[in-house]
């Protein structure tokens, strides 16, 4: 634990405030007189680099977002989505929180751009955004956004670290080699952007500062003596609406509870993702896995080698189960939805005939449409 009990010195921060809870803080104010001269820039960008590796893993921008009144109109049309949503009904599922615990909105960038494109971007020409994400992950960044109202009496969620080997069961997990974890951190940013005031009491999002640079996070974050840890060493930091925190997704967090009588708590919570998280070419896999699906249950029925099997699968199918569709593909029962590999295995398991395994692709492909968005 030698790791958690670093100090973060203020002054190797030049351009932060103060320190709070170890966590760094910025006048968001302050940073925008810097960022017209490309010398201040860089200097800013190699600062905040440093803060989410080196230093505390989490940055909070206060006024990341002046203009309250883009940030309430954003708020208006999350908040007529999600009774449009809650009305319709179907599946509530999350990722570290019971189902229904908490007002989620899935993909709601896509849909403030359909409702309100003018809202759309206004808010998203945040210069805060920008540069945090042009630091950390460089130019062709992409964003997504899952809005979260945590209600009063919300439960807190499980601590835990972030995507992409966070939302990975530990048996998967350990089979990936250790450059890997210390790779996927840096291919995404996780950041938060205030909708609402958040007093403690409120549950804002509680943090385990330099819990990032332990290495075996990735497997240890479910272990007992970790969440203990985590409950009696965390930090937690009021955020006033228009504040942002960014923050190294491997770090430990998780949303506090709201034991309030009357604040409904908004966030925006912002994924965004290097550019170079993506493969050179489209191939259209569940055309492939069609394909090959035959031959393979032919190989199995003539007792091939099922391990070989298991190999051609893991080309022919895709193998991770994002990016989806989260409204109609929730993380019910898991932190993941189902993957066209699991599908797939499951098939050959069950010796599902050919015109069964391609209608299960199609509702597959179905569930994970962006043409779906309500």
């Known amino acids: ?93 999350d990722h570290f929180a019971p189902p229904g615990a908490n007002s989620r909105v899935w993909n709601a960038l896509e849909k403030l751009a359909v409702r309100d494109p003018e809202a759309f971007v206004d808010y998203y020409a945040n210069d805060i955004v920008a540069l945090v994400s042009n630091a950390w992950l460089g130019p062709g960044y992409q964003v997504t956004s899952q809005v979260n109202v945590v209600r009063p009496g919300g439960k807190a969620q499980d601590p835990h670290r972030d995507y992409h080997l966070g939302f990975l069961g530990n048996d998967v997990v350990e089979q990936y080699p250790a450059h890997v974890h210390r790779l996927s951190p840096v291919l995404t940013l996780q ?21 990032h640079q332990y290495l075996p996070g990735y497997l240890a974050w479910r272990l007992p003596e970790f969440r203990e840890h985590f409950a009696t060493h965390h930090v937690q930091l009021p955020l006033r609406k228009g504040d942002a925190a960014f923050f190294n997704p491997a770090v430990f967090h998780g949303a506090g509870s709201n034991v309030t009588a009357d604040v409904h708590r908004v966030a925006n ?3 965004v993702s290097s550019a170079f998280g993506r493969a050179m070419e489209y191939v259209d896999r569940a055309k492939v896995s069609m394909a090959v699906y035959p031959t393979l249950q032919q190989r199995q029925d003539a007792g091939a080698d099922p391990v070989g099997l298991t190999r051609a699968l893991a080309v022919a199918a895709e193998g991770y189960p994002f ?42 492909g179905v569930r994970r449409s962006n043409s779906n968005i309500r």
Not at 191 to 205: I, R
Not at 326 to 353: F, K, M, N, R, Y
Request: proline content about 7%; overall charge negative.
């Open 1 to 93: 634990m030698a790791l958690l009990r670093r100090e973060t010195d203020l002054s190797a921060y030049p351009h932060a405030v103060r320190v709070t809870g170890q966590v760094l803080i910025y006048d968001a104010n302050s940073l925008r007189t810097l960022t017209d001269d490309e010398d201040n820039l860089d200097a800013l960008s190699a600062e905040l680099i440093a803060a989410l590796t080196d230093g505390p893993g989490v940055v909070v921008f206060e006024n990341a977002f002046p203009d309250h009144a883009v940030v309430d109109r954003v708020t208006a049309a999350f908040t007529a989505i999600i009774a449009e949503e809650e009305e319709a009904g179907g599946p509530s599922g």
């Open 191 to 211: 950041g938060a952007v205030a909708h609402s005031d958040m007093p403690l009491e409120s549950g804002p999002t509680l943090y385990l500062p330099y819990s």
């Open 269 to 271: 919570l912002l994924q």
């Open 323 to 364: 990016p989806t569709n989260l409204d109609l593909d929730q993380p019910i029962g898991g932190l993941t939805p189902l993957g066209q590999v699991d599908l797939l295995t499951q098939a050959l398991a069950e010796s599902w005939e050919p015109a069964r395994v391609a209608d299960a692709l199609d509702a597959y």
